[in-house]
């Protein structure tokens, strides 16, 4: 094993826009991205819920 010092992997999403800055997840944006997405899916999941029982 090369005992080069851990670097932390880093995912680049690229836009394809021409004025968009490529976006660069670290591990704690990640996490943050993805709290985001499960509290968004839980809303739309309460909704169609409410929708089910309202039909």
């Avoid at 010092?5 to 991205?33: C, G, Q, Y």
């Amino acid at each position: 094993m090369p005992s080069t010092p851990h670097r932390e992997r880093k995912t680049v999403l690229k836009i394809n826009s021409p004025n968009a800055n490529p976006i660069i997840f670290n591990k704690d944006s990640t996490k943050k991205l993805m709290h985001v997405l499960q509290t968004n899916l839980n809303k739309i999941q309460s909704q169609l819920d409410i929708m089910c029982l309202t039909t």
